[in-house]
């Protein structure tokens, strides 16, 4: 692939392709993200043929969001196509990780059968859901700037200097947001 769009940002890019409709604008910035995007999907369903294809599904969605003109999330592509993968991949598991029946009255129970899979269980991911529904609960009740901050750190996945630069703070600032969000949250958790 042509390196010529090396020193252009995504948002760049992007604009560049919404514009010009030129495939391999789009095409550079997929690959600028494979890595990272398929490393993820992989590390999360541990198979390389269920990888491809949500791998693909993520991409077909982006490409579809960027050139309906859908993207809105200026300067943080990398985080939004995470967030893209991450639902595909929660979706996937909801489609095909279903609890196993087993037949008790079958002679050919296999011990193998009853050893804990790696994998989060249906249980596990039912408790990780709950709790991300009452933090968010919690985020809700923070001041605005704090819960904007926690946000963007831990649901976006964004460094503090990009955090500061989005919300138009010094980063002192916004590391002092994010100091009083985590304490705040720590008091609303004892309550």
């Known amino acids: 692939m042509t390196t010529i769009y090396t020193n252009h940002t995504d ?4 604009k560049l392709f919404q514009l010009e409709k030129n495939e391999n604008v789009i095409g550079y910035l997929f690959i600028r993200h494979h890595k990272h995007i398929y490393g993820y999907i992989m590390n999360i369903v541990k198979n390389h043929n269920d990888t491809d294809d949500i791998y693909q599904e993520v991409f077909l969605k982006a ?3 960027i050139q309906d003109g859908r993207y809105k999330f200026r300067n943080k592509f990398g985080p939004w196509i995470g967030t893209i993968a991450h639902n595909i991949c929660m979706e996937f598991f909801r489609k095909n990780k279903k609890i196993p029946i087993i037949d008790i009255t079958s002679d050919e129970i296999d011990f193998f059968d009853f050893i804990p899979a790696k994998e989060p269980t249906i249980e596990e991911m039912i408790i990780r859901c709950e709790t991300k529904i009452k933090l968010n609960k919690m985020i809700s009740l923070l001041p605005s700037n704090q819960a904007e901050v926690v946000r963007l750190r831990f649901e976006n996945d964004m460094q503090f200097r990009d955090i500061a ?12 947001r994010q100091r009083y969000a985590l304490h705040n949250l720590r008091k609303l958790m004892v309550a």
């Open 165 to 176: 630069e989005y919300t138009e703070s010094n980063i002192n600032t916004t590391l002092g």
């Open 63 to 65: 490409y579809s969001a």
């Open 11 to 14: 948002d760049e890019l992007i």
